[in-house]
């Protein structure tokens, strides 16, 4: 990069993240940064660290998949190709469970559709190559809050243009009822982790090769971050083949989280379509922060700074313009073109939702990192897209709401103005929600929030002089 680009780059940081400019400068110099934050599978990308047999069977070919498409041999499908890992995530370290969920409090999180078996759904599998060791009990409840927090990712998101959309899974009655996400236990051939053609392969000689299914793929292995089929059709409507055509998402245990799997996901749901506004030819988007935007192969684009709110990270579609819209305006692009909302693999259940607002858990300055002793400040958001007026009557919806941390109750908040602080005491991870109660007792739950505490000896800087919106660590280590 030239310096007078360089510089540029670095004013834009600047002004964007309130960050020092040297710090800027060595951003934009190519130097790495360690973030104590969570790595975020599709925000900030590095390069790609997957090796050249993570491509065996995977063929060019544009008339079939458009512009930067692969075809996979031997089943007529597409993909995008692999998806970089974020910034200093190390795909080949695998993740930690999540912490141990009551079955009750996971089985509050879902919405039980009909029989839990019929028609278009998500089926969830942890997969394993035979040899390696299984680690379904150890990670089954793990992979149902991962698939949950996705799920979370597309109602947050839905709401963000005043409907409402959950995934579809395939799910099994709850012993204290409800219902969960059915994972799978799947032993595949020792070989089907090393590319995702012969995964793709393996499954179908299972018979996991239902249209009415997308297969979502927690592999035990360490080859990509995630990998998904793709289908190159902006037909808006149901006869979007989308709709129709089996489709394989792939997350390795490098990157198992609820970013990564909603990511995957919107790929087999047809996200995101080259005809987009701000497509960047390779299924991504490039006008800001947001699940599925970052720069691609084969064109490697600009992006742009359209959406700078930090809530956008762990959102779909920043400016709901390119992919997902559950309201389009008519004679918009997704009026006219596909739209992810109107995947048949999503609930749209207006009526049961429409009695409790959409609410937004966040910090009330809007920061997710923090240094020892700091006292953080949660607030809940009423719906930011609606009049005051139409904020005031929501709020007068809501009875009561819980703040959760680690899936236990830290507060319970009924003051109306829904606020509520934390001292964070020791560093860390950790992750918040929220449980809002209506009068009725009826509840929903927001999506997750996760705060990053960091050591004050660990930081170089004042974090606190610029807001500790992002926090510099050492060591830099270069690219």
Request: with cysteine; glycine share 8%; hydrophobic share 45%.
């Amino acid at each position: 990069m030239a310096f007078g680009k360089l510089a540029t780059f670095a004013q834009q940081v600047v002004s964007r993240r309130q960050l020092p400019v040297a710090t800027a400068l060595l951003i934009a110099a190519g130097v790495q940064i360690l973030w104590a934050g969570p790595a975020h599978a599709h925000s900030g990308h590095g390069e790609p660290v997957v090796n050249a047999a993570a491509f065996d069977g995977l063929v060019a070919d544009d008339a079939l998949c458009g512009p930067g498409g692969f075809r996979i041999e031997g089943v007529g499908l597409c993909t995008h190709g692999p998806d970089n890992a974020p910034h200093g995530r190390d795909i080949t370290q695998p993740v930690a469970p999540a912490l141990a969920t009551a079955a009750q409090a996971l089985a509050q999180r879902m919405v039980c559709d009909g029989d839990g078996a019929s028609g278009k759904r998500v089926q969830v599998l942890y997969a394993r190559p035979e040899g390696r060791p299984d680690r379904y009990a150890e990670f089954a409840d793990s992979i149902r809050i991962w698939a949950a927090d996705a799920d979370a990712i597309f109602a947050a998101s839905a709401h963000e243009t005043g409907g409402h959309r959950r995934v579809r899974f395939v799910t099994t009655p709850a012993p204290e009822g409800g219902c969960t996400i059915d994972v799978l236990n799947v032993a595949l051939p020792e070989d089907a982790a090393n590319s995702f053609q012969l995964t793709v392969m393996a499954m179908r000689a299972l018979g996991y090769t239902s249209p009415d299914r997308k297969y979502l793929i927690f592999m035990d292995a360490n080859l990509f971050c995630g990998i998904a089929s793709v289908t190159n059709d902006n037909r808006p409507g149901p006869i979007n083949r989308s709709n129709h055509v089996t489709g394989y998402a792939r997350v390795d245990s490098g990157c198992w989280d609820g970013i990564s799997v909603a990511h995957e996901l919107t790929h087999t749901f047809g996200g995101i379509q080259h005809t987009a506004p701000n497509a960047t030819g390779g299924w991504h988007c490039v006008d800001g922060r947001d699940v599925m935007c970052y720069s691609d192969a084969p064109y490697y684009p600009t992006l742009q700074s359209v959406c700078t709110d930090l809530r956008s990270m762990a959102l779909l579609d920043c400016n709901n313009d390119d992919y997902f819209h559950t309201n389009p305006p008519a004679g918009s692009y997704l009026a006219t073109h596909w739209n992810v909302a109107d995947s048949v693999f999503l609930i749209a259940d207006e009526e049961a939702q429409a009695a409790l607002p959409y609410l937004t858990l966040t910090t009330e300055a809007g920061h997710v990192y923090y240094f020892t002793d700091d006292e953080v400040a949660f607030t809940i958001q009423m719906p930011t897209k609606t009049s005051a007026s139409a904020a005031a009557e929501a709020a007068m919806l809501v009875q009561h709401i819980e703040l959760v941390m680690d899936d236990k109750v830290v507060s319970t908040l009924t003051d109306g103005q829904f606020t509520a602080t934390w001292q964070a005491e020791a560093a860390g991870s950790y992750t918040f929600t929220a449980r809002a109660y209506d009068q009725r007792g009826a509840s929903v739950l927001l999506a997750p929030l996760t705060i990053e505490v960091i050591a004050n000896q660990a930081a170089p800087l004042d974090g606190k002089a610029f807001g500790a919106q992002f926090v510099a660590m050492l060591p830099l280590v270069m690219r």
